[in-house]
Structure formats: structure tokens, C-alpha cells
């Protein structure tokens, strides 16, 4: 198990290009992290090159969380989000439409796999969320995972289906 | 061997670890194909593995500290620290 990243990198200079940046989201408490970095590794696998936010040096970050995630987010055309707990990614996830954001696959851990929205009881996120991603639903994709290489497993199989869509093709992915 | 009574999403499950397991494996293999060829000892295994990943780190580290009977014991107690396994072990009754 790994512990806290190292933030090597400058917000203001991201990696990677507009198009192939995929944004990772969820919750950085410790547990949580670990899922994210499975999901890290898997976009970079995949040919994408991950952005999370705690791999970005922050001059005060009591102050600058906020702020400089979500410009962090919005450099970004897709993302990748751990949701099987509530967290300040909430607050990102409202602006992936604002931002544009192209496809978000939204992840959740069920260790009986079981699926929303045919179960609806599986996904223990709030109303808004739910009605959110309903509501667009060509843009929000949500996969439960059992086992965290099944994370990996949707995270590939998302960037892949974007690859070979249209907009993949449009833009070289 | 010892004997627990398990809240499942509004209802109970009684018998030991072993076998409350195998219910929740076959639960699991329903959507997850890959639980489908495990036996039992394999999703255990399985569920001790995956722990790091589900259960807050302290905890984690305070329950692998723990001496279980068994690691069918082992394994039903982490699934009931994961948030969101919606499993609770209510009650143990030591054999």
C-alpha cells in the first residue's frame, strides 16, 4: 500500500494535452486514495495521462484546494471519479458540465456488484447526484466495481470506448 | 467455531462465518463472474486481500492485530467494516 503521493507537479504547467488529460476525483483520505491510484495507473496504461489533485504542489493549501482543483478539472476534457463516498468531488462533479467536460465515468465500490439504476438501493449517493447523472446521462457513466482491479477494468474499458468514438477519432486519442 | 447473527440490508443472517460467506459468494458470483469459480476459501482470501482498499486505515490496522478463530471469521468481519458492503455483524456467540 502507498502512501500520500508526492506533489511534484505545477497547476500552473499540467501534463499531458487538453484532450488526453483525464481528471481523477473522489475522496484523498487515506483508504480512499488507494482506489485512485489503481484508477491513476490504469489511465496511464490506457495512453491518458492522469490528473490528481495531489500531485499539485500548493503554495497554501488550506487556501487553495478549491480553488486550484477545479481549475485543475477544468483543464481537463474527461474525468474518472471514485464515488462510493461522499466528498468535497461533489463539488466537481457539478462542474463537469459548466466545464464541458466530454464523458465521466463515475465509480462506486459494491462488493456484491450489484448495479444502479436497476438497484437502486447500491449507489449510496444522494438524490441530487442521482438525478444529475440521469439527467445527463450521455455525459455521466456509472459503473459499480466489486474488487479494485475492477476499478481498473471499467477505467480502461471508459478511455477505450472514447478512443474509438467519433470524438477519439476527431482528435487522435 | 463461533456463531453470528448478520444484519443484510434489513434482514438477518444467522449461522458461522463459513457459511454466511458462501451465501454472500453466491451473491456476489450473481454479478461478479469472477466470485463464480471461487470457492468459500478463495473469496476469504479474496475479501482479507481487498481490505487495505475499503477499510479506514486505522481500523485496518487495529483489526489485523486482532487474533481470529479462523479466516472465514477474519474475512466476514472486514466485509462488515467496509462502508459500503451494508453488512453488519450484529451479535457473536462464541462456540
Redesign the interface.
Known amino acids: 500500500m502507498s502512501d500520500a503521493a508526492p506533489a511534484t507537479h505545477d497547476p500552473s504547467s499540467l501534463p499531458g494535452t487538453y484532450r488526453n488529460r483525464v481528471f481523477v476525483g473522489g475522496s484523498f483520505q487515506p483508504v480512499s486514495r488507494e482506489v485512485l491510484g489503481v484508477i491513476e495507473q490504469a489511465i496511464r496504461d490506457t495512453g491518458f495521462e492522469p490528473v490528481l489533485a495531489d500531485r499539485f504542489a500548493l503554495l497554501q493549501p488550506d487556501h487553495d484546494i478549491h480553488d486550484v482543483t477545479l481549475g485543475l478539472l477544468h483543464g481537463c476534457r474527461l474525468a474518472v471519479f471514485d464515488l462510493t463516498g461522499l466528498s468535497g468531488a461533489l463539488m466537481e462533479l457539478e462542474r463537469c458540465r459548466d466545464y464541458g467536460l466530454f464523458r465521466v465515468l463515475l465509480l462506486y465500490h459494491h462488493p456484491f456488484g450489484r448495479t444502479w439504476p436497476d438497484d437502486p438501493g447500491s449507489w449510496s449517493t444522494s438524490a441530487m447526484v442521482k438525478s444529475l447523472v440521469r439527467e445527463d446521462a450521455g455525459r455521466f457513466h456509472v459503473r459499480p466495481f466489486v474488487r479494485p482491479a475492477g476499478a481498473a477494468t471499467e477505467t480502461r474499458r471508459f478511455l477505450r470506448a472514447v478512443r474509438s468514438s467519433s470524438y477519439g477519432k476527431l482528435h487522435s486519442l | 467455531m463461533a456463531s453470528y447473527t448478520v444484519f443484510d440490508?434489513g434482514a438477518t443472517r444467522q449461522g458461522d462465518a463459513r457459511i454466511i460467506l458462501e451465501q454472500?459468494r453466491q451473491?456476489?458470483a450473481?454479478?461478479?463472474p469472477?466470485?463464480a469459480s471461487m470457492s468459500v476459501e478463495q473469496y476469504a482470501d479474496?475479501?482479507i486481500e481487498?481490505a487495505?482498499?475499503?477499510?479506514?486505515?486505522e481500523l485496518?490496522s487495529a483489526l489485523e492485530a486482532q487474533p481470529f478463530e479462523t479466516k472465514y471469521d477474519r474475512a466476514l468481519t472486514y466485509?462488515a467494516q467496509?462502508?459500503?458492503?451494508?453488512?453488519r455483524i450484529l451479535t457473536v456467540r462464541a462456540a
Open positions: 440490508h454472500f451473491q456476489a450473481a454479478n461478479a469472477e466470485f479474496a475479501l481487498d487495505p482498499y475499503f477499510v479506514e486505515r485496518f466485509l467496509m462502508p459500503s458492503s451494508g453488512i
